[in-house]
């Protein structure tokens, strides 16, 4: 049944958050035509650089396998160049999805619906490729099984105190619970793709994938009760996690590392990397879709304003983290921060202060949050920043105790073809998702259009009357 009410009327009970005056049908058109359709010649192309680009990538890792790390540019003092840089960028990245999808789920907040399904998905994807560095960082990748849970008794192991055992178990649930709860969500868009399927093999996948869905209240009320589990166990991943990947650092007698600060410093870095990541894709799916009623200006303008608030919260990290090398009287730790801001390394903590300072100061103005082109740009040099960030804190490294061993870090071809591929590879994965699985939860977003509240059809047949 089309919608009759105006958004006018439709606001009377609650927010418009899909303007256009949208019926379930016309959402479930919209995104269940992008995956039935012909693939188009753009994705073909896209998709073939960043195979290609991936395949780079494998060829890179194959080589550092059979070489080992002497490939790479470190050296004493710096033992984590691009490789624990590219983790630590890519865990971050993978924040806002459980961000996005978990903790706004548990907060009600509606606008949510239209990117949750997006945001999970670059979250596996982001894990995926964060996955990848500490793999490959340890060189001698066939003992690699050391990080496993394995019963420790004799003392055979390496130190369980380790923070690469720490990173493995916080990956692993973190991943583990996003699919999970990725998943879940996708089920009930799977059975609308395998009703709507016309070929027979289509049909079956996605009637397996489905796993039987057939809409019916005791399944609805199963589906409501596992999401909502799922969303609260992913909940407190968003801050454990990041916060065991800045225990890597803030665990060592390093000046500039060993800070308290470091954990909350992270979270909000991760958020605010994510959320740009989010907002990049975002716009590109709405313009090459024509989904801009899905993802419109109210959703986006929201995301710019958490970017707002999560920058300024790492720009008052930058600003603490210099009053307190000042204010502890630390010679030491001075000279880090300093070293930062006008060492070899100026260059990068300018980009850095830049991107992730200025930049997001932009989105005071609505005007400037709410232009498109603003925002995409904005979205490109605050994730431009937030790896500078994480290369700067390895940098820290070039200058430790013993000046005699100050040296300045370059990195080879060879990283510089694993960063570029592991993009390949983020963007060859979400390309695959975007063409065969719904880029959008349209079950969710049809629960927060006006025929989907209780009152709606009263109000609509009691509008009827009076015209």
Request: a positive charge; one cysteine or more.
């Amino acid at each position: 049944m089309a919608n009759t009410s105006t958004p006018e009327q439709s606001q009377q009970h609650g927010e418009v958050l899909i303007p256009g005056n949208p019926t379930f049908h016309s959402v479930s058109d919209a995104v269940s035509r992008i995956v039935e359709g012909k693939t188009p010649r753009a994705w073909w192309i896209l998709f073939g650089i960043n195979a290609a680009g991936t395949g780079m990538l494998l060829v890179a890792i194959a080589y550092l396998v059979w070489e080992g790390i002497g490939i790479w540019g470190l050296m004493i003092p710096v033992g984590w160049g691009f490789d624990i840089t590219n983790l630590v960028f890519w865990i971050g990245i993978g924040h806002a999805g459980t961000l996005i999808s978990a903790i706004l789920f548990l907060l009600r907040q509606k606008w949510r619906t239209s990117i949750n399904r997006f945001a999970e998905a670059m979250t596996i994807f982001a894990v995926i490729c964060a996955l990848l560095f500490p793999t490959i960082h340890v060189g001698r990748i066939w003992v690699l099984y050391f990080v496993f849970p394995i019963p420790n008794q004799m003392g055979a192991w390496p130190n369980f105190r380790s923070p690469l055992l720490w990173d493995f178990f916080a990956f692993m649930t973190y991943f583990t619970v996003s699919v999970l709860f990725w998943y879940v969500g996708l089920i009930p868009d799977l059975a609308t793709l395998r009703d709507r399927a016309k070929n027979k093999v289509k049909k079956i996948v996605f009637g397996v994938l489905s796993l039987g869905w057939l809409g019916g209240n005791k399944q609805w009320k199963h589906y409501e009760l596992a999401y909502l589990v799922l969303a609260a166990l992913a909940t407190p991943l968003v801050l454990s996690v990041h916060s065991i990947v800045s225990m890597d650092f803030a665990t060592s007698v390093l000046p500039g590392w060993h800070t308290t600060i470091f954990p909350p410093y992270f979270v909000a870095g991760a958020i605010f990397s994510g959320f740009a990541m989010v907002m990049t894709l975002a716009v590109l799916a709405r313009t090459a879709f024509g989904l801009q009623d899905i993802f419109n200006m109210r959703v986006l303008e929201r995301m710019n304003l958490i970017m707002l608030v999560t920058g300024s919260m790492v720009g008052y990290a930058y600003a603490m983290e210099f009053f307190m090398a000042w204010y502890s009287g630390n010679e030491y730790e001075l000279f880090a921060f300093t070293n930062r801001a006008l060492g070899p390394y100026a260059w990068a903590y300018w980009i850095m202060v830049s991107c992730n300072v200025l930049v997001p100061q932009l989105f005071w103005s609505k005007k400037l949050r709410t232009n498109i082109a603003v925002m995409f740009v904005a979205s490109i040099l605050i994730n431009v920043g937030m790896w500078f960030e994480r290369f700067v804190i390895m940098m820290t490294l070039s200058r430790d105790f013993l000046p005699s061993a100050w040296d300045y870090y370059t990195p080879t071809k060879w990283e510089i073809m694993t960063l570029i591929g592991s993009f390949c590879l983020f963007f060859t994965l979400f390309l695959l998702f975007l063409r065969f699985l719904p880029m959008v939860a349209m079950s969710e977003v049809k629960g927060v259009l006006p025929d989907a509240h209780i009152h709606h059809k009263k109000h609509d047949a009691e509008a009827g009357s009076a015209a």
